[in-house]
């Protein structure tokens, strides 16, 4: 067993002890394989937030560790946990998802959504329009609808997609009162 090893179980155990002044070097003498395996790991922007999150979570948990031999491999595991959290919320400004627009959708009253739908109708462009109001009004099914344009399935299928997706982003890109007006 190193040298280094014995003085780094040593401090680890007292630690665990209670003992502040070794829970302080015990960190700084983990900090530089943090930060080496966080740049792994990690954007590099995040990686000073995960390295100090990291030894955040060891110095409140250091007591609870079984093993002294085990301080490695969980201060990896750690700072690859915090490294995915800070990836995932650089992530969490993407649109609503379905369940959420759904909710805001429905909070409105149904006169207003009524309208709010007419004009989002009114908007599209006439050969989206045309494939909405077969669809969803006279309720033709895909074939029918390509049969009737003289389209395929594919391309009649694409153009209801997007023009929904036109409808969606409408209704839920401005309040309804200031199209409204009201």
Same mark, same amino acid.
Request: net charge neutral.
């Given at each position: 067993?190193?040298?280094?090893? !014995?003085?780094?179980?040593?401090? +680890?155990?007292?630690?665990?002890?209670?003992?502040?002044?070794?829970?302080?070097?015990?960190?700084?003498?983990?900090?530089?394989?943090?930060?080496?395996?966080?740049?792994?790991?990690?954007?590099?922007?995040?990686?000073?937030?995960?390295?100090? =999150?990291s030894l955040l +979570?060891?110095?409140? #948990?250091?007591?609870?560790? #079984?093993?002294?031999?085990?301080?490695?491999?969980?201060? &990896?595991?750690?700072? #690859?946990?915090?490294?995915?959290?800070?990836?995932?919320?650089? &992530?969490?400004?993407?649109?609503?998802?379905?369940?959420a627009a759904e =909710?805001l959708l429905l @909070?409105?009253?149904?006169?207003?959504?009524? +309208?709010?739908?007419?004009?989002?109708?009114? @908007?599209?462009?006439?050969?989206?329009?045309?494939?909405?109001?077969?669809?969803? &009004?006279? =309720?033709?099914?895909?074939?029918?609808?390509?049969?009737?344009?003289?389209? @395929?399935?594919?391309?009649?299928? !694409?153009?209801?997609?997007?023009?929904?997706?036109?409808?969606?982003?409408?209704?839920?890109?401005? =309040?309804?009162?200031?199209?409204?007006?009201?």
């Open positions: 067993m190193s040298s280094r090893t !014995s003085d780094r179980d040593h401090l +680890i155990l007292a630690a665990q002890a209670g003992d502040a002044a070794a829970l302080s070097r015990l960190l700084a003498l983990c900090q530089a394989d943090a930060r080496r395996y966080a740049y792994r790991h990690c954007q590099a922007s995040d990686v000073d937030d995960a390295v100090q =999150e +979570i060891i110095s409140r #948990k250091v007591a609870g560790l #079984k093993a002294a031999a085990a301080f490695s491999s969980w201060l &990896f595991t750690v700072i #690859k946990r915090e490294c995915r959290k800070l990836a995932r919320a650089m &992530f969490r400004h993407e649109p609503l998802p379905d369940e =909710e @909070s409105r009253p149904n006169d207003a959504l009524r +309208i709010d739908l007419a004009h989002a109708l009114e @908007s599209l462009p006439a050969h989206y329009l045309e494939v909405v109001l077969l669809r969803d &009004f006279e =309720e033709l099914t895909i074939a029918e609808i390509a049969q009737r344009l003289n389209e @395929s399935s594919g391309a009649v299928k !694409s153009r209801l997609h997007r023009a929904r997706e036109l409808v969606r982003e409408y209704l839920l890109d401005t =309040e309804p009162a200031a199209r409204t007006g009201a």
